[in-house]
């Protein structure tokens, strides 16, 4: 665990409206950033299928994929891009024509129309209210899925060790205190939470040790601790309560005492591990591992041997990042089709928004288990059955319930981490880049749609982040030379050459040389595996912010 006072100083993309958006003034900083992937009216969630939004938002840049339906109960999608206003946008709610359909020839579409203003407006960073055309503000919320079903991918119900990094903010929403926590399930079905001390001569101590359970029908966890030591700093905690959502967590400390109060609880979900039954091949004791991965892929160790060997082969959940995807070669500064991935645990949904043979704007859409290909294998996939509804709510019209129009046919997406021996500057390429082919279509790389783009490497620094070197949170806020520092001159990065696992150097200055030094690279659209971001260089905090 890790006190710190935090340092007090503070193109083209999908659609041609975006490039006028980036020219415009930022609002006032969010304390939270609407988490991107597949929101639902809450009022309309019935287990059957209907209306829904794919949202994602980057920076201050909102965009909206809507999936719904025409009046004579087509199917049908809007979109709509706007610039956050604190925590609202109002919008155009467009709709194209003359796309690309499925297995179709490549097309560009047209704007067709505006089919009037929709404002959303969000509580945090999964909740909120949306108004469309000619209807009622609603509430909406982020899907989630859930299961009780143990998994190494499911921190619920945990198989193996889960890390966490968690902090806690003060009254001005500014990290004021860090831990590493490990989440681990044992054979009598009780979940455990401990926080880890820096280790001391690489020993492991779980100071404070909880007990949680799962709050039924929710994606939460109330934990308590189990014995009375306590942080010196933080000595009277009564319970603790998170929520997984992916890779953010957001939550709440309760602490008792002389002076009782909460803290909100922000952090990351690192992914997990599960060690199964080890064989023997030969001379050779394998171990095979299964690796649930948001921030590092893992592929095993190999053999070490000495009067016997010792390996383990591993089998990769990669998990990419949720929101908008577009097809490579589709990328031509107009509009056409539109993906929408999200994946939570070992499940994947996928929304095409396409066009019919006729032009006129449709979607199709389906879920599927999201496994590794198996022991050994790189790669990650799902094979997805796209099917087509009609009948649902039209824009304006009364609540009804869609029916299976038709199916499309499979849909396999697929995510791969290269070797290093490959000469890829990031391994970690599948948070942003994968392959995807639908029905009747060839296999095509896709990655992760960027609406917010820096114009330079100051810029896509610039913001409080979590420096795993140091264990600290620091703000880069100033160029130096053709790398940014932070306030205190303790931290500069530099970009590099282009060299397998690395394409950036940071360390601690010292004159003309480094006091400290290590070779690491670039976050990717604010991931980055030494680097966790808490605030983009608008002052956005990154998290979900208070828990409800």
């Known amino acids: 665990m890790t006190k710190f006072g935090l340092l007090q100083s ?47 938002v980057q ?72 108004q469309f055309p000619g209807e009622s503000a609603v509430a909406i919320e982020r899907f989630m899925v859930t299961s009780d079903a143990a998994s190494v991918t499911n921190p619920l119900a945990q198989q193996g060790g889960r890390s966490l990094r968690l902090f806690t903010l003060d009254a001005q929403g500014q990290p004021d205190y860090t831990t ?18 820096p280790s001391v001569i690489g020993m492991v101590v779980y100071q404070p040790l909880f007990q949680c359970d799962v709050l039924p029908g929710t994606a939460r966890m109330q934990c308590t601790p189990k014995d009375a030591q306590r942080p010196a700093d933080i000595a009277d905690i009564e319970s603790m309560e998170l929520q997984f959502a992916g890779f953010d967590i957001q939550g709440v400390l309760r602490i008792g005492g002389s002076h009782p109060h909460t803290k909100t609880i922000t952090g990351f979900d690192l992914g997990a591990a599960l060690n199964e039954a080890p064989y023997v091949e030969g001379r050779t004791t394998i171990t095979p591992v299964q690796h649930h991965s948001y921030l590092a892929s893992n592929f095993g160790y190999g053999p070490a041997c000495q009067v016997t ?10 998990m990419p990042m949720n929101g908008t995807w577009v097809v490579e070669d589709e990328l031509t500064g107009k509009p056409g089709r539109g993906i929408a991935l999200d994946v939570q645990g070992d499940t994947a949904i996928l929304q095409l928004f396409h066009y019919r043979a006729d032009g006129q704007p449709t979607f199709h859409m389906g879920s599927a288990i999201y496994k590794g290909k198996g022991p050994g294998s790189r790669a990650s996939v799902a094979t997805i059955p796209l099917r087509q509804y009609r009948g649902g709510r039209s824009l304006g019209g009364a609540a009804t319930t869609a029916e299976l129009e038709a199916e499309a046919g499979n849909a396999i997406v697929e995510f791969y981490s290269p070797p290093l021996e490959s000469g890829a500057i990031d391994r970690n390429i599948w948070w942003t880049q994968g392959q995807l082919q639908l029905p009747g279509e060839p296999p095509v790389k896709i990655r992760r749609l960027q609406t917010d783009v820096p114009a330079s490497f100051a810029e896509r620094m610039f913001g409080d982040w979590y420096a795993r070197s140091g264990e600290v949170v620091t703000r880069f806020d100033r160029v130096q030379g053709d790398g940014v520092i932070t306030a205190d001159g303790k931290l500069l990065c530099l970009p590099v050459g282009l060299t397998p696992g690395s394409n950036m150097s940071c360390g601690e200055p010292d004159g003309n040389q480094w006091r400290s030094h290590y070779s690491t690279y670039l976050p990717d659209m604010g991931r980055a595996g030494p680097f966790l971001r808490l605030r983009d260089r608008f002052g956005n905090a990154t998290g979900l912010g208070a828990l409800d």
């Open 309 to 318: 060997c010792y390996s383990s082969v591993t089998t990769n959940i990669l």
């Open 59 to 130: 920076g201050n840049t909102f965009f909206m994929q809507v999936f719904g339906y025409e009046k004579n109960g087509d199917a049908t999608f809007y979109t709509a891009t706007g610039q956050m206003e604190g925590n609202s946008v109002t919008a155009p709610l467009m709709r194209y024509k003359n796309g690309r359909s499925l297995a179709g020839p490549m097309q560009d579409a047209v704007e067709d129309r505006s089919v009037g203003q929709v404002t959303v407006s969000f509580r945090n960073g999964l909740k909120g209210t949306l």
């Open 180 to 197: 590493q926590a490990q989440l681990w399930r044992t054979d009598d079905g009780i979940t455990h939470m401990g926080w880890i001390k």
């Open 10 to 56: 503070l193109r083209p993309t999908l659609m041609a409206s975006l490039l006028a958006l980036s020219c415009m003034s930022s609002w006032a900083a969010r304390d939270f950033t609407p988490q991107s992937g597949t929101w639902i009216v809450s009022s309309e969630i019935d287990g059957k299928p209907g209306r829904g939004l794919a949202i994602d």
